[in-house]
């Protein structure tokens, strides 16, 4: 059994040098591209058009505020034009809120006429489904383009959320309990988020801890009946709440003790559950939310309220292009069957989202070699943005209750 455990041992430590080979080469061929590596805390740099497009503002009237604002960032130069980042756009938007007083350019919530934070579990139990995928490009999309403050809760012991943000618990020094498993022990909740290189963007990170924290909570459920364990990520939310506008949940592929603590969380807020469309995804989507549906009734006897209500209840289609006749024939019935106000479309061809994982980021922040950037862009750039506006006027019309064309209006 110990020599077992030693070739376990063995593969752990190959694993992680082929981890460092891959990641040295992928950085020398971003340098050989772009003359310098990027940096592990930088994220790509945006155009003066892409800029407009995230302000929703016409690239005269930019070049306007730029000219006549006192202290407009001023980007850099990057060949023939100008760049900027995400942590820019964030102030210009702050510095054209202050001159205009028009909500697209600072549309977070409004406390005082009741809008709470907007919180939304991705759940599935099917393994790469896209959960941590969707979660990620939904903050990187209600970020820049949605000018909203993020929180993502990696509520999945893998940490795939954690780790695509930088936030590496093997390689940075995370103290014990620096996750949902340090608050359950009774750490402060604010102690234990982290910045990303995403600006407008947070995440409470996930240790493999996560794994013994449901083991500790189910020994307690044993000993102490009354013990309610599915309210630990709503408390979390509840200390931390007010600086933030959307809480993002990204939930481990099954329905065990966290998951339910997430979908508890979301109660009266969202429900966004990724597949990819084949005949076994589906299958098993519509299983999982039949569990969801009998764990609600049994949460909702225990404690005398309802539970799992969830005004934005959505399917989302991702890692497909629809190009492949099975592909077409269960996406045509999941639209007939469900409708379009459902089901958010297919994302982004699974081809590009493997060519950006290759820089180890997100599609929208990926700094990419020039021979595969123009072709990942254009098509993975325009699914993204489809389906994450879908999200996007969700959370204002459906959670806030406000006018989608609120969002361009003076307030």
Same mark, same amino acid.
């Given at each position: 059994?110990?020599?077992? @455990?030693?070739?376990?041992?063995?593969?752990?430590?190959?694993?992680?040098?082929?981890?460092?080979?891959?990641?040295?080469?992928?950085?020398?061929?971003?340098?050989?591209?772009?003359?310098?590596?990027?940096?592990?805390?930088?994220?790509? @740099?945006?155009?003066?058009?892409?800029?407009?497009?995230?302000?929703?503002?016409?690239?005269?009237?930019?070049?306007?505020?730029?000219?006549?604002?006192?202290?407009?960032?001023?980007?850099?130069?990057?060949?023939?034009?100008?760049?900027?980042?995400?942590?820019?756009?964030?102030?210009?938007?702050?510095?054209?809120?202050?001159?205009?007083?028009?909500?697209?350019?600072?549309?977070?919530?409004?406390?005082?006429?009741?809008?709470?934070?907007?919180?939304?579990?991705? &759940? !599935?139990?099917?393994?790469?489904?896209?959960?941590?995928?969707?979660?990620?490009?939904?903050?990187?999309?209600?970020?820049?383009?949605?000018?909203?403050?993020?929180?993502?809760?990696?509520?999945?012991?893998?940490?795939?959320?954690?780790?695509?943000?930088?936030?590496?618990?093997?390689?940075?020094?995370?103290?014990?309990?620096?996750?949902?498993?340090?608050?359950?022990?009774?750490?402060?909740? #604010?102690?234990?988020?982290?910045?990303?290189?995403? #600006?407008?963007?947070?995440?409470?990170?996930?240790?493999?801890?996560?794994?013994?924290?449901?083991?500790?909570?189910?020994?307690?459920?044993?000993?102490? =009946?009354?013990?309610?364990?599915?309210?630990?990520?709503?408390?979390?939310?509840?200390?931390?709440?007010?600086?933030?506008?959307?809480?993002?949940?990204?939930?481990?592929?099954?329905?065990?003790?966290?998951?339910?603590?997430?979908?508890?969380?979301? #109660?009266?807020?969202? @429900?966004?559950?990724?597949?990819?469309?084949?005949?076994?995804?589906?299958?098993?989507?519509?299983?999982?939310?039949?569990?969801?549906?009998?764990?609600?009734?049994?949460?909702?006897? &225990?404690?005398?309220?309802?539970?799992? !209500?969830?005004?934005?209840?959505?399917?989302?289609?991702?890692?497909?292009?629809?190009? #492949?006749?099975?592909?077409?024939?269960?996406?045509?019935?999941?639209?007939?069957?469900?409708?379009?106000?459902?089901?958010?479309?297919?994302?982004?061809?699974?081809?590009?989202?493997?060519?950006?994982?290759?820089?180890?980021?997100?599609?929208?922040?990926? =700094?990419?070699?020039?021979?595969?950037?123009?072709?990942?862009?254009?098509?993975?750039?325009?699914?993204?943005?489809?389906?994450?506006?879908?999200?996007?006027?969700?959370?204002?019309?459906?959670?806030?209750?406000?006018?989608?064309?609120?969002?361009?209006?003076?307030?």
């Amino acid at each position: 059994m110990a020599d077992r @455990l030693g070739d376990v041992e063995h593969l752990v430590d190959q694993g992680q040098q082929a981890l460092d080979i891959a990641w040295s080469r992928s950085q020398s061929l971003l340098a050989e591209s772009e003359g310098q590596p990027e940096s592990h805390s930088r994220p790509r @740099l945006y155009t003066f058009q892409e800029v407009a497009g995230f302000l929703n503002v016409s690239r005269p009237a930019l070049a306007r505020y730029a000219e006549n604002l006192p202290d407009f960032p001023a980007g850099r130069r990057r060949g023939p034009a100008m760049v900027y980042s995400p942590a820019e756009i964030a102030e210009m938007r702050r510095l054209i809120f202050a001159a205009s007083g028009n909500i697209s350019y600072l549309p977070a919530r409004q406390p005082i006429i009741g809008e709470e934070c907007a919180v939304i579990a991705v &759940a !599935n139990y099917k393994g790469g489904s896209g959960k941590s995928t969707t979660t990620l490009l939904a903050a990187s999309h209600l970020a820049l383009h949605g000018g909203l403050r993020v929180l993502i809760i990696d509520a999945d012991p893998q940490g795939s959320a954690t780790n695509t943000l930088r936030v590496f618990p093997a390689e940075q020094v995370i103290e014990p309990g620096h996750s949902l498993a340090g608050f359950y022990h009774g750490a402060e909740a #604010s102690s234990l988020i982290r910045q990303t290189y995403m #600006s407008g963007v947070d995440i409470l990170p996930a240790t493999f801890e996560l794994q013994d924290l449901e083991f500790s909570m189910i020994a307690r459920i044993r000993e102490d =009946s009354a013990f309610q364990f599915y309210t630990l990520i709503d408390a979390f939310i509840g200390d931390v709440s007010a600086d933030y506008d959307v809480v993002l949940i990204d939930c481990k592929p099954d329905l065990g003790l966290l998951p339910i603590s997430a979908l508890y969380a979301a #109660s009266d807020g969202g @429900l966004i559950v990724p597949f990819t469309p084949t005949m076994l995804d589906l299958r098993s989507t519509i299983q999982f939310l039949s569990v969801v549906a009998s764990t609600g009734r049994q949460i909702q006897e &225990a404690v005398g309220m309802e539970a799992f !209500n969830f005004p934005m209840l959505r399917l989302l289609m991702g890692k497909c292009d629809g190009n #492949s006749p099975a592909e077409k024939a269960i996406m045509a019935s999941v639209y007939d069957t469900f409708g379009r106000d459902l089901v958010y479309g297919e994302v982004v061809p699974k081809t590009e989202l493997i060519t950006a994982s290759f820089a180890d980021q997100t599609l929208p922040h990926a =700094s990419l070699p020039d021979t595969v950037a123009r072709k990942t862009m254009k098509t993975g750039m325009a699914g993204i943005t489809r389906a994450m506006k879908q999200i996007e006027k969700d959370i204002w019309t459906v959670l806030w209750r406000r006018r989608w064309d609120e969002k361009r209006e003076a307030v």
